[in-house]
């Protein structure tokens, strides 16, 4: 009884597994680009809108620091406490234990007590002291959750967080940070929670984060995941709806799409409305962590993103290249590229680059793909290969002979045994046995274009 009972338990799970296994989580993760199914032809290739998985993007970040001499250190100085000034110690950049480089920004937190980047101090007061800290991954990148900057002093009196979207020829601002946004930057002060779905995308001047030093008020943030609920609820489940607006809300894809990162410090946390300046040693930035999620920007043709040259690179699929997957393959230009999309929600759409082809009355731009493009019934069979197995894979059960033709089963015939015989299904066959229309045989070759596919399933 037992027996029979896992049997059937077994046989409900089979059953069950080949109904979902082409559908991805209706969470819409985006995270296979093609799923083999079976069709009346036989196995086919179904083809979806894809995206590689968010990561910690600091593990790829180069920093440049404007000025570059502003690191603590070079000389060694003194830095005192902001809520006692004579609680003091000290940064020398030629000892290890006492030294502060920009690379503590992001590192992981292993030596004792803490690390942490941290400016020289506010000695040439009323000189400004302000620093641009710049942060760049030479690609592409769409952020997945909230920015998060933890500082070790406090929390700069003025500071803007800006973006940009071509590798820093240009910045626009992000959000700015004030103790008192009306007089920094002439803004009225707000929250993310004070936005809408109507005026999500709008730049804002916040206060809440600009607070003066104390033990618990170390954090700014960028609030991403904030922005996402207006459209996915506040717990983030209808992420269909999310992904939706994204395809058809002008702007809002970019909004959260960056290739660089700067944060402007413009004046340190002085805990007062006045400067102490008798204890300028009190005044400085220090930044123990920063943390930016997201991922590589591929245009919905990759799940995956590498490392390659110090470089992040899509590892793109349907037909396309580059570093973010933005343009077709080399004889993959039968029409212009396009990015993928994610509607209709769950799978999207993945707008696969096509063969090329080439026009009548000139030579065939890729013979392996177009032989003998003036009838396909290869007159000359010597001249092309009809089927390689690879890019012309006879279809329904045929097999390539000699790369020269198919030999079909009894059933169906055509140059790649794409038609049924009239005599065996009257209701499907296709008449006549002239030449293929170069519309039929874009649809032909869809299923069969990319190189090297493997012939399992994708769970």
Known sequence: M????????????????????HYPSVWGHYDVCKTQIYTDEGKTWDYTACQP?????????????????????????????????????????????????????????????????????????????????????????????????TFESGRPDLMILEKSLDYGRTWQPYQYYASDCLNAFNMEPKTVRDLSQQTVLEIICTEEYSAGYTANSKIVHFEIKDRFAFFAGPRLRNMASLYGQLDTTKNLRDFFTITDLRIRLLKPATGDIYVDRQHLTRYFYAISNIQVVGRCKCNLHATGCREENKK????????????????????????????????????????????????????PKF??????????????????????????????????????????????????????????????????????????????LLPIAPLGLSGGFVF
């Open 2 to 21: 037992y027996l029979s009972r896992f049997l059937s338990l077994h046989a409900l799970w089979v059953t069950v597994s080949s109904v979902i296994q």
């Open 53 to 149: 998985e968010a990561i910690d993007m600091m593990k790829y970040v180069k920093v440049n620091l404007d000025p570059p001499n502003i690191t603590c250190g070079n000389p060694p100085e003194t830095f005192c406490g902001m809520g006692n000034p004579y609680m003091c110690s000290e940064c020398d950049a030629t000892i290890d234990e006492l030294a502060h480089p920009p690379e503590l920004m992001f590192d992981a937190e292993g030596r004792h007590p803490y690390t942490f980047w941290q400016s020289t101090t506010w000695k040439g007061y009323p000189k400004p002291l302000q620093v641009n800290i710049t942060l760049y991954w030479n690609k592409t990148i769409e952020l997945t959750d909230n920015i998060v900057i």
């Open 312 to 363: 992040l690179l899509c590892e793109c699929e349907h037909n396309t290249t580059g570093p973010d997957c933005g343009k077709c393959k080399k004889n993959y230009q039968g029409r212009p590229w396009s990015p993928g999309s994610y509607l209709p929600i769950p799978k999207g759409t993945a707008n696969i680059c096509l063969p090329s082809i080439s026009s009548f009355g000139t030579p």
């Open 367 to 444: 013979d392996r793909i177009w032989p003998n493009i003036s009838s396909l019934g290869v007159s000359n069979p010597n001249q092309a290969n009809v089927c390689d197995n690879e890019l012309q894979i006879c279809q329904n059960g045929g097999t390539c002979h000699n790369n020269a033709r198919c030999i079909c089963p009894p059933a169906y015939t055509g140059v790649l045994c794409e038609k049924r015989k009239c005599e065996k299904d009257p209701e499907g066959c296709i008449t006549g046995q002239g030449a293929i229309s170069l519309p039929q045989l874009i649809l032909l």
